[in-house]
C-alpha cells in the first residue's frame, strides 16, 4: 500500500501590512549571568524586574568632553544572577512548547557577547539543564501516551510528512530493525551518563488541553550556520582515512507555502526526551567551538536546534490514524543558540578565528539591520525591503517575522566592566528588537469529527461478547428440559416427557423461525423504504450541493473579481498616499517659505513704521524748524517793509520841507567840467563843503542799551568817517571773544567789516543772545544784522520835474536834484530792529 502524502495544512498567508491581523511585540528578556570573580568590576546593575542601568567603569569616558552617562533599558522581564533555569524556562520557554503541541510556531533567540552565558541558558550544565531539555520534558510528558508508532509518519525532503498504514509502518520497523541505523537511536538503550544529569528535570511539566483524539510524532534536526554556510550536525558521513570528505553545505529552499527550510536536512523521529536529546548531543560533539582569548570554548557557529511536531486525528472508530492530508498539522519550534558578537582586539583573533568573528559579526549586524527596518516599516508605514537575504541566519527565519510564529529573544549579559562596550551595542539591539511587531499565528483548523473517540471505542468492547449475550437470552425463552436420568429398565415416562418438551422446543423454534421471516421480512421492506428515502435524500442532497457549488463557484468568481478589485484600489491607494506624501512635503516646503516670507514681511512692515516714526519726527522737527525760520522771516520783511515806508515818509517830508522853503539865491550851476574836476578831487580827498556849516560826529545808541553787551571788533577792522557810529553803554570790548567776556554779559555783537561791489567799506553789526550751555559753557545764538554803508554822492541823479523848453533869455532850464537841494539824507536799513540806520551822504557845493 502507498503511503498518504500530506503536508502542512496554512492558511493562505495573510498580506503584509493587513489592518484586520493582530500584532505582538517580539518578546525581548534579559538574563544576568553573575561575576566569575567575586572582586571583578561590575558595570550593569538590576533596578526592577524589568529594567537594567549600565554605568562606565573607572576611567571610561563615554564623552568627548569627559562627563559620565548611565543608561537604563526596560525589557519584557529581567533575569538576575541568582535566577535558576526553572524559573527563566516557566516565563520564556513554557507557552512556545504549549503553542507547539497546539499547532502553532516558535522561535527562541540566545543572543550577547561571547562568555555572557547563552549556551548555557540553552543547553544547561550537569545537575542543572537548560531550556532545550526542558522544553523536550514538557513535550514528551503532554504527548506520551498520544504517539503514533514509529514510523507512521515519515518525513520527506519537501519540508512536509507523509503518512503510512500500520502495516506499511510495521514492515518499515521491522526493515530497520534488522539493519539498525545509528542515526535512529534505541529507546532499550541506556542514557549516557555524559548528559544524564542534564535531562533529569526534578519538576514534572505538562501542557493543558492536549488533543487525546490525535496521534503525535517528533522529528528533531541539528544545523549551524558556519561562515555563513549551513551544515547538518546530524549527516553521517563515511569515514575515508585515506582522501576525507569535508561536510557539503546544505541550500535553503521555500516550499509550496513560501516557508523556508533547509533541502536535504537529517530529521531523526524520537519517542522520549533521552533519545531526543542523545541525537543533539551527537551532533553537539560536531559543532565548531575554539578556544579564544576571552572563552575557552568559544562557539564559532550558530546553531539551531528544530523540534517538529506532527498531528494527526484519528478516525471515526477512534482506532487507527485519519488517512487525509488534509488533516495533518506540523508545528516547530526553533531553539537558536547564537554565536557571540565579539571585538576582534579583544579576542586576539587571527587567521580563521579572524575571518569566523567577520562573519559572526556579519550575520548579526545583518539581523540587526533586519530589526531595524522591520520597525522602520511598521512605525513610520513605509515599504522597505528588508535584507533577509544578506545572510542565512536572517533568510532562514524570514517566515517568524513575516506572521509565522511567535518570537523570543533572551538577551545574555555578562556585567563585568571589560564587556561594558559590547555590552551597550547588545542593549541597543535589543532596544530596537523588541519595538518591531509580528503577526499572531493562526490557530489550526477543527477536523470535524466527534471528541473523546479513542476513550469511547476502549471502553465499547468486541463483538464476541454481543454475540454470546445475545445467545444466553434466546436459551432462557425456552421451557426448561425435563430430568432425563433413567433409572429403572421398565421407564415408560421419561422418554415420553422428554420428547413431549423437545416437541414444544421445536414448535416454539418453529414459531420463532416464522415469526423471525416476518420481522425479517418486515425489516427488509423497512430497510428498503429507508433505502429509497436515503436514496432520495441523497438525490436532494446532491441537488442541493450541486446548488450550492454553483452558488460557491459564484461566490468564488465574486470574490476574484473582488480580489482583483481590491488589488487595483490598492494600488491606486497606494499611488494617492504617495501623491499625498508629495503634496505633502510640497505643502511643507510652502508652509515653510510662506512663513519665511511671512517673516520678511513682519521685518520689513516694522523696519517701514520705524521709518515712517523717524520720518514723521524729522518731518514735524523740520516742519516747526521752517515754521519758525518763517515767521522770523515774515517778521524781518514785515519790518523791512515798515522802514522802507518810514524812510519814505522821511524823504518826502525833507523834500516837501525844501519844495516849500523860500528862495534866496539861486546857486550857480556849475559846469560839467568843474563837476568832473571836483568830483575827481573829492574821490581822492572829500572836503567839508565850505558853505554848508560842518555837522557835528554823531553816535547812534542801540535800542537794547540796557542790557549788558560784549562789542567784538577784531583788530583788523579800519576806523570808518561816518558821521553815525554804533555806542553801545557798559559794553565790554574784546578784539577776540571769550568765555570770560560772555559769562558776565547777555548780548553780544560782532563788528565785521567787508568791500562791497561799488569799491566801498561795509560795515555790518551781527547781534546775537547769549545763552548759558548744560556744560557750564556760553553760546550765541544771533538774532539781526544791521549794516553801515558809505556812497559817492555823484553816482545817483534825479529830476525833479520833465525838460522844461528852453527860457527865453538863453539861460538852461531848471534841474532839481538831490544832491544840489540837500547835502544830508537819511535812510532807514531794513532788517534791524534797534531802530533805523544812518548813512550820511556828503556833496561839496
Same mark, same amino acid.
Given at each position: 500500500?502507498?503511503?498518504?502524502?500530506?503536508?502542512?495544512?496554512?492558511?493562505?498567508?495573510?498580506?503584509?501590512?493587513?489592518?484586520?491581523?493582530?500584532?505582538?511585540?517580539?518578546?525581548?528578556?534579559?538574563?544576568?549571568?553573575?561575576?566569575?570573580?567575586?572582586?571583578?568590576?561590575?558595570?550593569?546593575?538590576?533596578?526592577?524586574?524589568?529594567?537594567?542601568?549600565?554605568?562606565?567603569?573607572?576611567?571610561?569616558?563615554?564623552?568627548?568632553?569627559?562627563?559620565?552617562?548611565?543608561?537604563?533599558?526596560?525589557?519584557?522581564?529581567?533575569?538576575?544572577?541568582?535566577?535558576?533555569?526553572?524559573?527563566?524556562?516557566?516565563?520564556?520557554?513554557?507557552?512556545?512548547?504549549?503553542?507547539?503541541?497546539?499547532?502553532?510556531?516558535?522561535?527562541?533567540?540566545?543572543?550577547?557577547?561571547?562568555?555572557?552565558?547563552?549556551?548555557?541558558?540553552?543547553?544547561?550544565?550537569?545537575?542543572?539543564?537548560?531550556?532545550?531539555?526542558?522544553?523536550?520534558?514538557?513535550?514528551?510528558?503532554?504527548?506520551?501516551?498520544?504517539?503514533?508508532?514509529?514510523?507512521?509518519?515519515?518525513?520527506?525532503?519537501?519540508?512536509?510528512?507523509?503518512?503510512?498504514?500500520?502495516?506499511?509502518?510495521?514492515?518499515?520497523?521491522?526493515?530497520?530493525?534488522?539493519?539498525?541505523?545509528?542515526?535512529?537511536?534505541?529507546?532499550?538503550?541506556?542514557?549516557?551518563?555524559?548528559?544524564?544529569?542534564?535531562?533529569?528535570?526534578?519538576?514534572?511539566?505538562?501542557?493543558?488541553?492536549?488533543?487525546?483524539?490525535?496521534?503525535?510524532?517528533?522529528?528533531?534536526?541539528?544545523?549551524?550556520?558556519?561562515?555563513?554556510?549551513?551544515?547538518?550536525?546530524?549527516?553521517?558521513?563515511?569515514?575515508?582515512?585515506?582522501?576525507?570528505?569535508?561536510?557539503?553545505?546544505?541550500?535553503?529552499?521555500?516550499?509550496?507555502?513560501?516557508?523556508?527550510?533547509?533541502?536535504?536536512?537529517?530529521?531523526?523521529?524520537?519517542?522520549?526526551?533521552?533519545?531526543?536529546?542523545?541525537?543533539? /548531543?551527537?551532533?553537539?560533539?560536531?559543532?565548531?567551538?575554539?578556544?579564544?582569548?576571552?572563552?575557552?570554548?568559544?562557539?564559532?557557529?550558530?546553531?539551531?536546534?528544530?523540534?517538529?511536531?506532527?498531528?494527526?486525528?484519528?478516525?471515526?472508530?477512534?482506532?487507527?490514524?485519519?488517512?487525509?492530508?488534509?488533516?495533518?498539522?506540523?508545528?516547530?519550534?526553533?531553539?537558536?543558540?547564537?554565536?557571540?558578537?565579539?571585538r576582534t582586539n579583544r579576542t586576539k583573533a587571527e587567521g580563521n578565528r579572524l575571518r569566523e568573528a567577520g562573519n559572526i559579526n556579519q550575520s548579526l549586524m545583518t539581523l540587526r539591520t533586519c530589526m531595524e527596518v522591520?520597525?522602520?516599516?511598521?512605525?513610520?508605514?513605509?515599504?522597505?525591503?528588508?535584507?533577509?537575504?544578506?545572510?542565512?541566519?536572517?533568510?532562514?527565519?524570514?517566515?517568524?517575522?513575516?506572521?509565522?510564529?511567535?518570537?523570543?529573544?533572551?538577551?545574555?549579559?555578562?556585567?563585568?566592566?571589560?564587556?561594558?562596550?559590547?555590552?551597550?551595542?547588545?542593549?541597543?539591539?535589543?532596544?530596537?528588537?523588541?519595538?518591531?511587531?509580528?503577526?499572531?499565528?493562526?490557530?489550526?483548523?477543527?477536523?470535524?469529527?466527534?471528541?473523546?473517540?479513542?476513550?469511547?471505542?476502549?471502553?465499547?468492547?468486541?463483538?464476541?461478547?454481543?454475540?454470546?449475550?445475545?445467545?444466553?437470552?434466546?436459551?432462557?425463552?425456552?421451557?426448561?428440559?425435563?430430568?432425563?436420568?433413567?433409572?429403572?429398565?421398565?421407564?415408560?415416562?421419561?422418554?415420553?416427557?422428554?420428547?413431549?418438551?423437545?416437541?414444544?422446543?421445536?414448535?416454539?423454534?418453529?414459531?420463532?423461525?416464522?415469526?423471525?421471516?416476518?420481522?425479517?421480512?418486515?425489516?427488509?421492506?423497512?430497510?428498503?423504504?429507508?433505502?429509497?428515502?436515503?436514496?432520495?435524500?441523497?438525490?436532494?442532497?446532491?441537488?442541493?450541493?450541486?446548488?450550492?457549488? %454553483?452558488?460557491?463557484?459564484?461566490?468564488?468568481?465574486?470574490?476574484?473579481?473582488?480580489?482583483?478589485?481590491?488589488?487595483?484600489?490598492?494600488?491606486?491607494?497606494?499611488?494617492?498616499?504617495?501623491?499625498?506624501?508629495?503634496?505633502?512635503?510640497?505643502?511643507?516646503?510652502?508652509?515653510?517659505?510662506?512663513?519665511?516670507?511671512?517673516?520678511?514681511?513682519?521685518?520689513?512692515?516694522?523696519?517701514?513704521?520705524?521709518?515712517?516714526?523717524?520720518?514723521?519726527?524729522?518731518?514735524?522737527?523740520?516742519?516747526?524748524? /521752517?515754521?519758525?525760520?518763517?515767521?522770523?522771516?515774515?517778521?524781518?520783511?514785515?519790518?523791512?517793509?515798515?522802514?522802507?515806508? /518810514?524812510?519814505?515818509?522821511?524823504?518826502?517830508?525833507?523834500?516837501?520841507?525844501?519844495?516849500?522853503?523860500?528862495?534866496?539865491?539861486?546857486?550857480?550851476?556849475?559846469?560839467?567840467?568843474?563837476?568832473?574836476?571836483?568830483?575827481?578831487?573829492?574821490?581822492?580827498?572829500p572836503s567839508p563843503v565850505p558853505n554848508v556849516p560842518p555837522v557835528r560826529l554823531r553816535h547812534r545808541r542801540s535800542r537794547s542799551a540796557g542790557d549788558r553787551w560784549v562789542a567784538h571788533k577784531p583788530a583788523s577792522?579800519?576806523?570808518?568817517?561816518?558821521?553815525?557810529?554804533?555806542?553801545?553803554?557798559?559794553?565790554?570790548?574784546?578784539?577776540?571773544?571769550?568765555?570770560?567776556?560772555?559769562?558776565?554779559?547777555?548780548?553780544?555783537?560782532?563788528?565785521?567789516?567787508?568791500?562791497?561791489?561799488?569799491?566801498?567799506?561795509?560795515? %555790518?553789526?551781527?547781534?546775537?543772545?547769549?545763552?548759558?550751555?548744560?556744560?557750564?559753557?556760553?553760546?550765541?545764538?544771533?538774532?539781526?544784522?544791521?549794516?553801515?554803508?558809505?556812497?559817492?554822492?555823484?553816482?545817483?541823479?534825479?529830476?525833479?520835474?520833465?525838460?522844461?523848453?528852453?527860457?527865453?533869455?538863453?539861460?538852461?532850464?531848471? /534841474?532839481?536834484?538831490?544832491?544840489?537841494?540837500?547835502?544830508?539824507?537819511?535812510?532807514?536799513?531794513?532788517?534791524?530792529?534797534?531802530?533805523?540806520?544812518?548813512?550820511?551822504?556828503?556833496?561839496?557845493?
Open positions: 500500500m502507498k503511503p498518504a502524502r500530506t503536508k502542512t495544512p496554512r492558511k493562505p498567508p495573510v498580506k503584509k501590512g493587513s489592518q484586520t491581523s493582530l500584532k505582538d511585540p517580539v518578546g525581548v528578556y534579559c538574563r544576568v549571568r553573575p561575576l566569575s570573580l567575586p572582586e571583578q568590576e561590575c558595570c550593569i546593575e538590576v533596578i526592577s524586574n524589568t529594567t537594567v542601568q549600565l554605568h562606565p567603569p573607572e576611567g571610561y569616558r563615554l564623552n568627548r568632553n569627559g562627563d559620565y552617562k548611565e543608561t537604563q533599558y526596560s525589557f519584557k522581564q529581567v533575569f538576575g544572577t541568582h535566577t535558576t533555569q526553572k524559573e527563566l524556562f516557566d516565563v520564556v520557554a513554557n507557552p512556545l512548547v504549549d503553542d507547539l503541541i497546539h499547532g502553532k510556531n516558535g522561535l527562541l533567540f540566545t543572543y550577547g557577547v561571547t562568555g555572557s552565558g547563552k549556551t548555557h541558558t540553552m543547553t544547561g550544565s550537569p545537575g542543572e539543564g537548560g531550556l532545550l531539555p526542558r522544553c523536550l520534558d514538557m513535550l514528551f510528558n503532554s504527548i506520551g501516551s498520544f504517539q503514533a508508532k514509529r514510523y507512521v509518519f515519515k518525513s520527506n525532503d519537501r519540508n512536509s510528512m507523509d503518512i503510512q498504514c500500520e502495516v506499511d509502518a510495521l514492515l518499515e520497523r521491522q526493515k530497520r530493525e534488522a539493519t539498525p541505523n545509528p542515526k535512529t537511536p534505541s529507546g532499550k538503550r541506556q542514557v549516557d551518563p555524559e548528559f544524564a544529569d542534564m535531562i533529569n528535570v526534578q519538576e514534572f511539566c505538562k501542557a493543558e488541553e492536549v488533543d487525546e483524539d490525535s496521534v503525535y510524532g517528533v522529528f528533531v534536526s541539528y544545523i549551524e550556520i558556519y561562515n555563513n554556510y549551513i551544515y547538518d550536525l546530524l549527516e553521517e558521513v563515511p569515514f575515508d582515512p585515506i582522501k576525507p570528505k569535508p561536510p557539503q553545505s546544505k541550500l535553503l529552499r521555500e516550499d509550496k507555502n513560501h516557508n523556508m527550510y533547509v533541502a536535504g536536512c537529517t530529521e531523526v523521529e524520537v519517542k522520549s526526551t533521552e533519545e531526543a536529546f542523545e541525537v543533539f /548531543w551527537r551532533g553537539q560533539k560536531k559543532r565548531r567551538i575554539a578556544n579564544t582569548h576571552l572563552n575557552r570554548e568559544s562557539s564559532r557557529s550558530h546553531s539551531v536546534f528544530n523540534i517538529k511536531l506532527v498531528q494527526a486525528p484519528l478516525d471515526a472508530d477512534g482506532d487507527n490514524v485519519l488517512q487525509e492530508k488534509e488533516q495533518i498539522t506540523i508545528s516547530q519550534l526553533s531553539l537558536v543558540d547564537l554565536a557571540g558578537s565579539e522591520l520597525r522602520e516599516n511598521q512605525t513610520y508605514g513605509t515599504n522597505k525591503m528588508v535584507p533577509y537575504r544578506d545572510s542565512k541566519l536572517t533568510h532562514l527565519f524570514k517566515n517568524y517575522f513575516d506572521g509565522e510564529g511567535k518570537v523570543r529573544l533572551i538577551v545574555c549579559v555578562n556585567p563585568k566592566a571589560e564587556d561594558y562596550e559590547e555590552s551597550l551595542q547588545v542593549m541597543r539591539f535589543a532596544e530596537v528588537t523588541q519595538e518591531v511587531e509580528v503577526a499572531r499565528p493562526t490557530d489550526k483548523a477543527i477536523c470535524g469529527l466527534t471528541p473523546g473517540r479513542r476513550y469511547r471505542n476502549q471502553a465499547r468492547g468486541g463483538p464476541v461478547g454481543d454475540e454470546l449475550l445475545v445467545s444466553e437470552v434466546v436459551l432462557q425463552s425456552f421451557p426448561p428440559l425435563p430430568s432425563c436420568e433413567i433409572l429403572d429398565i421398565s421407564d415408560e415416562q421419561t422418554l415420553p416427557r422428554l420428547v413431549e418438551a423437545l416437541e414444544k422446543r421445536h414448535h416454539l423454534r418453529q414459531m420463532m423461525i416464522d415469526e423471525f421471516h416476518k420481522q425479517s421480512i418486515t425489516f427488509k421492506a423497512l430497510l428498503q423504504e429507508f433505502d429509497n428515502a436515503v436514496l432520495s435524500k441523497e438525490n436532494y442532497i446532491q441537488g442541493k450541493l450541486s446548488e450550492k457549488q %454553483k452558488v460557491i463557484s459564484g461566490q468564488k468568481s465574486e470574490i476574484e473579481r473582488l480580489e482583483k478589485k481590491n488589488k487595483t484600489l490598492e494600488y491606486k491607494v497606494e499611488i494617492l498616499e504617495k501623491t499625498t506624501t508629495i503634496y505633502e512635503e510640497d505643502k511643507r516646503n510652502l508652509q515653510q517659505e510662506l512663513e519665511t516670507q511671512n517673516q520678511k514681511l513682519q521685518q520689513q512692515f516694522s523696519d517701514k513704521r520705524r521709518l515712517e516714526a523717524r520720518l514723521q519726527g524729522m518731518v514735524t522737527e523740520t516742519t516747526m524748524k /521752517w515754521e519758525k525760520e518763517c515767521e522770523r522771516r515774515v517778521a524781518a520783511k514785515q519790518l523791512e517793509m515798515q522802514n522802507k515806508l /518810514w524812510v519814505k515818509d522821511e524823504k518826502l517830508k525833507q523834500l516837501k520841507a525844501i519844495v516849500t522853503e523860500p528862495k534866496t539865491e539861486r546857486p550857480e550851476r556849475p559846469s560839467r567840467e568843474r563837476d568832473r574836476e571836483k568830483a575827481t578831487q573829492r574821490s581822492v580827498s577792522n579800519l576806523q570808518t568817517e561816518t558821521v553815525m557810529q554804533p555806542q553801545v553803554p557798559h559794553a565790554i570790548t574784546v578784539s577776540v571773544a571769550n568765555e570770560k567776556a560772555l559769562a558776565k554779559c547777555e548780548k553780544y555783537m560782532l563788528t565785521h567789516q567787508e568791500l562791497a561791489s561799488d569799491g566801498e567799506i561795509e560795515t %555790518k553789526l551781527i547781534k546775537g543772545d547769549v545763552y548759558k550751555t548744560r556744560g557750564g559753557g556760553q553760546s550765541v545764538q544771533f538774532t539781526e544784522i544791521e549794516t553801515l554803508k558809505q556812497e559817492s554822492p555823484t553816482g545817483r541823479k534825479r529830476r525833479s520835474s520833465t525838460i522844461a523848453p528852453a527860457q527865453p533869455d538863453g539861460t538852461e532850464s531848471e /534841474w532839481t536834484d538831490v544832491e544840489t537841494r540837500c547835502s544830508v539824507a537819511v535812510e532807514m536799513r531794513a532788517g534791524s530792529q534797534l531802530g533805523p540806520g544812518y548813512q550820511h551822504h556828503a556833496q561839496p557845493k
